[in-house]
């Protein structure tokens, strides 16, 4: 879902890439990782260009120089997650909290 050719149908700006983190035991990859762990993501070098992601819809629909990838919002109110590190591009799960992290 997203914005059609001509820019509108996207309201809420809500299109989202979601993921998960699995981690798997060093001595035996087959098997899940059973400890804690802290996981930081962190997006780099994310593109501005005009428009939304990549330059879509043309310039003149949509002039803006926003950030084209940008981590939820939803990650700084998540109780796993270390509020002081959590922004629109780094997110650092509170120790051992790896697991339970997640952004919706």
Do not use: W
């Not at 059609?4 to 993921?19: A, L, N, Y």
């Amino acid at each position: 879902m997203g914005a059609k050719v001509d820019g509108s149908g996207d309201e809420k700006g809500d299109d989202k890439s979601m993921f998960n983190i699995v981690v798997h035991d060093k001595a035996n990859a087959a098997k899940l990782y059973a400890g804690k762990y802290t996981v930081k993501c962190k997006l780099k070098e994310v593109t501005r260009y005009p428009g939304i992601c990549s330059n879509y819809p043309l310039q003149s629909v949509h002039p803006t120089r926003d950030k084209d990838l940008r981590l939820a919002e939803s990650v700084q109110d998540d109780p796993n997650f270390k509020k002081s590190l959590a922004d629109d591009s780094v997110a650092v799960t509170e120790d051992g909290k790896g697991a339970d992290g997640s952004s919706k």
